[in-house]
């Protein structure tokens, strides 16, 4: 029975996948060794988008006959990119089936990346959460990961915005609306993704810098420009009250006071970042202090309008130890 078992399979018992018009060409050594880097063997700890993503890079190297088509390149190429399960899977493709790289590309990604993998890797961008320890360099990074495992989410360029801003802690919310002059809202698309890439960059930076042991050599430019956003907005403040007649003074107190909390609320946000992050008080330090003192002059503008506003300031003064030599001029 055995030699009757090996007399039938003579020639076949090393089984290779066919396509409908294989072709032979030969592959560097570099070359395979290259296509072997990060094998896919079709469990949950690899992505079958980014394996896919990493053949598309590798087997650019890969230069055959000018006679070979683009199509024949890559189907005789991928079966080394593949180990275990996923290269029994193909092995398991009938010969000769296979006409076109599409037609193998969609078999793989309705094998590892079915419709129902497809929602739940949706829902776990819609439900999109910054972890309370996590930096937004960090997040901004699985967020960008979670969009490439995902490439057909559907999510427009704002949609997808909004999804990873409402998802970010409330400290950096207020960081990233400071430094858009107040609000996300009132920026494209474009200078929204600018900002938060820009910001992130700016806070990897300090944590390496802080790493090394380099402090106050910290990258400045993300903290200047959100205090430089903060001074002209009072500025503008300060400004505005000087133009309004006695007539509008108390209407434009109870306004103004809306202001103020939110001017100070942005100062009381720069505060904890200090506490957390102790370097970069040297950096900051003269800036906040400037700001606060700006802020002051405006309260007392208020304050000379209508009385009620020394509540407000009262209320808001425990955002800052720093300003409470302030308070005492008043």
């Known amino acids: 029975m055995g030699d009757y078992g090996l007399a039938n399979h003579c020639g076949r018992l090393t089984h290779t996948f066919q396509p409908a018009n294989p072709i032979a060409?030969?592959?560097?050594?570099?070359?395979?060794?290259?296509?072997?880097?990060?094998?896919?063997?079709?469990?949950?700890?690899?992505?079958?988008?980014?394996?896919?993503?990493?053949?598309?890079?590798?087997?650019?190297?890969?230069?055959p006959p000018a006679t070979v088509t683009e199509d024949q390149k890559k189907l005789r190429l991928f079966p080394f990119t593949l180990t275990g399960k996923a290269k029994d899977c193909l092995l398991s493709i009938p010969n000769g089936t296979i006409q076109t790289w599409e037609e193998l590309e969609l078999r793989f990604l309705e094998k590892y990346f079915p419709m129902s993998k497809y929602w739940d890797k949706k829902q776990e961008i819609s439900n999109f959460r910054q972890g309370e320890s996590e930096s937004l360099y960090d997040v901004w990074e699985r967020f960008n990961l979670l969009l490439k495992r995902c490439p057909n989410h559907e999510f427009s360029d704002k949609q997808y915005l909004e999804i990873f801003t409402e998802g970010l802690t409330?400290?950096?919310?207020?960081?990233?609306?400071?430094?858009?002059?107040g609000s996300l809202k009132n920026k494209t698309d474009h200078e929204v993704q600018a900002l938060i890439e820009n910001m992130a960059c700016n806070e990897y930076r300090a944590e390496a810098a802080k790493k090394r042991g380099v402090f106050g050599m910290i990258d400045q430019t993300a903290i200047l420009a959100n205090q430089a956003t903060m001074n002209k907005q009072l500025e503008t403040l300060t400004k505005e009250f000087h133009g309004f007649t006695m007539a509008n003074k108390q209407q434009v107190a109870a306004i103004r006071c809306d202001y103020v909390e939110r001017d100070m609320q942005m100062v009381s946000v720069y505060l904890k970042e200090v506490v957390r992050k102790p370097t970069i008080w040297v950096t900051i330090k003269s800036q906040i202090l400037t700001t606060i003192q700006a802020l002051t002059n405006t309260l007392i503008l208020v304050i000379q309008t209508t009385t009620p506003c020394i509540l407000c300031y009262l209320t808001l003064n425990n955002s800052s130890q720093e300003s409470l030599p302030l308070l005492r001029k008043l």
């Open 25 to 63: 060409f030969d592959i560097k050594t570099s070359v395979q060794n290259g296509l072997k880097d990060r094998q896919y063997d079709g469990t949950e700890a690899m992505s079958p988008h980014d394996h896919l993503s990493h053949f598309a890079e590798t087997f650019e190297f890969c230069v």
């Open 170 to 181: 409330h400290n950096n919310r207020m960081f990233l609306d400071a430094s858009a002059s």
